[in-house]
């Protein structure tokens, strides 16, 4: 089994719609992240977790939220999903203790998004 | 500002042939650098990474990259190319400051021919 999943693989939805994405992992690991990958712009992290109280803004968390709901599950919410959402979501993972820029990270397979 | 360059976005090779993929960065203290791959419908997977001393890097599945202060370059390099090496490669940079992000090139995919 892999180590981070996330659900759903495939998902497509309208403007203006609520979207959950979710991620959970079994490597035990403390610390989560969501990027997003996008055509020709590589990975841009949107949110990342040290801990269950411990949730940080990245790059680009504008029309973006998070929840930690546990150590094991990080998920991402689109609270009103518009078109330029479309792209991959990936979750990944960390041990830790070091920095985001120092750790690590553990991908899961990504989610595709479409927003019509 | 932090910021990584991978100047070829598409390589093609011949498979048994050697492969070197270009990765530029631009960052103000001594780097953390790092490749991973990702093959068709999968996650990133950690290739090698680099934070300080010895400057050739040896990675998973034959893979080594060179840090070169004095080029701001981080090349990653495999002497003999197979099938299984086809996918898309990032280069990172980690930054030690500030939000301590970890920042991504925009890929170059590899295709190996027979």
């Known amino acids: 089994d892999a180590d981070v999943t996330q659900t759903p693989r495939n998902r497509i939805t309208k403007t203006g719609k609520r979207i959950m994405l979710e991620c959970s992992q079994t490597?035990?690991?403390?610390?989560m992240y969501w990027y997003r990958q996008d055509p020709g712009l590589g990975l841009q992290l949107i949110y990342y977790?040290?801990?269950?109280?411990?949730?940080n803004k990245g790059e680009i968390s504008d029309g973006y939220s998070v929840s930690r709901q546990a150590q094991a599950k990080f998920s991402l919410s689109l609270e009103s999903a518009i078109p330029n959402q479309t792209a991959l979501y990936f979750c990944?993972?960390?041990?830790?203790?070091?920095?985001?820029?120092?750790?690590?990270?553990?991908f899961g397979p990504g989610t595709r998004l479409t927003v019509l | 500002a932090q910021s990584v360059t991978q100047p070829d976005i598409h390589i093609t090779v011949s498979e048994g042939a050697s492969l070197e993929l270009r990765c530029n960065y631009s960052?103000?203290?001594?780097?953390?650098l790092f490749w991973y791959v990702q093959s068709p419908g999968q996650g990133l997977q950690l290739l090698l990474k680099?934070?300080?001393?010895?400057?050739l890097v040896q990675g998973i599945k034959g893979f080594e990259a060179e840090f070169k202060r004095s080029q701001s370059s981080f090349n990653l390099r495999k002497p003999s190319v197979h099938w299984s090496d086809a996918a898309e490669y990032f280069c990172?940079?980690?930054?030690?400051?500030?939000?301590?992000?970890?920042?991504f090139g925009t890929g170059t995919r590899l295709t190996v021919i027979p």
């Open positions: 990944a993972t960390s041990e830790g203790p070091g920095r985001v820029s120092t750790d690590t990270q553990y």
């Open positions: 490597k035990g690991h403390d610390r």
């Open positions: 977790s040290f801990d269950v109280k411990d949730i």
């Open positions: 960052y103000g203290a001594t780097p953390y």
């Open positions: 680099y934070f300080s001393g010895d400057t």
């Open positions: 990172a940079v980690g930054a030690q400051t500030g939000a301590n992000n970890l920042f």
